[in-house]
C-alpha cells in the first residue's frame, strides 16, 4: 500500500532524511516513533506529496507520488486521510464546515448529504454538539478531534495521524486509540501513526518502528519491538536520558563545583540551613 525506497530529504541545509526505506501493508497500523525533529512529519508529508523526495521512491497505491500532474495529486488526496500535527484548521469556518472542507472539495455530494456526514463523524469524535463553534472558542484537544474528524469525512483507505492523542487527557486518548483499532479491525483501513505516547503505541499498533538519523533504525510487531535488544529502542521505550539516541554531555547544566562546608556537613544540608538562616533575618 505504502513503499518508500531510499528516500532522502535536505531541508535548510540539514539532511533529514538519510535513505529511508518503509512499507506499509494493506490493512495495517504501523507506529512511527523517534526524537523530535528526527523526520517523522517530514515522512509523512512525501506519502500526501506536500513534500517532493531529493531522491529515491514514495510509491503509495501502486503511484509514485512525485510523478503525479496536479489532478492525479488531488485525487491522491482525497483518498488519504491526514490529522496534521496542529490540527490544521481554517480559523474563519466553523467547525462542520471544517470537517466537510475536503467534501466540498470533490462537489459530487449534494450539500444535505455532506452535513449529514459532517456530523457523522464529529459524533465519532464526541464533538457533534460544539459544530457550530469556530477553532479559537474550543480547547486545544478539541481541535485536535475535530481535525481526526476531518481526515475520516472522506471514507478514506489510508489514515495518517501525526501524534493524536497530543494534548488529550487520558480518556480522551483512550477513546482516538479504541477509534484507530475500530477503523483498522472493522473497516480495514491502512494507517501511519506518529506518537510520542507509548501506551498508546502499544494500542494500537500492528507493527512499530522507530526513525533515527534519517532511517529506520528497528522496526518489527509490536510485541517483538517491546523486547527489542536494540540499546535504542529500549532507550526510546524507556525514556532514558543516556544512550545511543542522545548526543554527549548536551542533557546537563554543569553545576560549579560545592565548596566543602564547615564543620563537615554534607554540602546540600549546608546550603538548606543558610538559605533558612538567611529568610529568618
Ligand atoms: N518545510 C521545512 N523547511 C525547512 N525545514 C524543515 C521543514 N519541515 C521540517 N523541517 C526540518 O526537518 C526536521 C524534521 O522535522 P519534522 O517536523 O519531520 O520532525 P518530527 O520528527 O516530526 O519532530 P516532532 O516530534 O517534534 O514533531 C527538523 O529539523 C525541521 O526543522
Ligand atoms: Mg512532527
Given at each position: ?9 535536505t531541508?535548510?541545509?540539514?539532511k ?13 497500523t ?9 523526520g ?7 506519502l ?5 523526495p ?17 489532478r492525479?495529486l488531488r ?12 490540527g490544521?484548521l ?20 449534494s ?24 477553532p ?8 485536535k ?11 478514506p ?35 501511519v501513526?506518529?506518537?510520542h ?8 499498533a500492528?507493527?512499530?518502528a ?16 517491546r523486547?527489542s ?9 524507556r525514556?532514558?536520558i ?5 548526543a554527549?554531555?548536551r ?20 546550603a ?10
Open positions: 500500500m505504502i513503499e518508500i525506497e531510499d528516500l532522502h530529504k531541508l535548510s541545509g540539514r533529514v532524511l538519510d535513505g529511508l526505506c518503509l512499507r506499509v501493508d494493506e490493512g495495517e504501523l507506529v512511527i516513533l523517534g526524537r523530535s525533529g528526527t517523522k512529519s517530514v515522512t509523512l508529508r512525501h500526501v506529496g506536500l513534500l517532493r531529493d531522491r529515491g521512491s514514495v510509491r503509495v497505491f501502486g503511484r509514485e507520488v512525485s510523478a503525479l500532474n496536479d492525479e485525487e491522491h488526496r482525497r483518498q488519504i486521510g491526514y490529522l496534521f500535527q496542529d490544521a481554517l480559523n474563519w469556518l466553523d467547525l462542520a464546515e471544517n470537517v466537510a472542507l475536503p467534501l466540498l472539495e470533490t462537489g459530487d455530494q450539500r444535505a448529504e455532506i452535513e449529514a456526514r459532517a456530523i457523522e463523524v464529529l459524533s465519532l469524535v464526541e464533538l457533534e454538539e460544539h459544530r457550530k463553534k469556530f479559537s472558542q474550543i480547547s486545544g484537544g478539541m481541535r478531534r475535530a481535525g481526526l474528524a476531518r481526515a475520516l469525512v472522506s471514507r483507505q489510508i489514515v495518517l495521524y501525526d501524534e493524536p492523542t497530543s494534548g488529550l487527557d487520558p480518556i480522551s486518548s483512550s477513546q482516538i486509540n479504541r477509534l484507530i483499532n475500530d477503523l483498522r479491525q472493522r473497516r480495514g483501513i491502512t494507517q501513526v506518529v506518537t505516547d507509548m501506551g498508546s503505541a502499544f494500542d494500537i500492528d507493527r512499530i522507530l526513525l533515527h538519523e534519517g532511517k529506520i533504525r528497528a522496526i518489527g510487531p509490536a510485541e517483538e519491538i523486547r535488544p536494540d540499546r535504542a529502542v529500549q532507550q526510546f521505550l525514556g532514558e543516556d544512550g545511543p539516541l542522545s554527549e554531555g542533557h546537563r547544566i554543569d553545576d560549579p563545583p560545592t565548596p566543602p562546608a564547615p564543620g563537615g556537613a554534607p554540602p546540600r544540608e549546608a538548606t540551613a543558610e538559605a533558612k538562616g538567611s529568610e529568618e533575618k
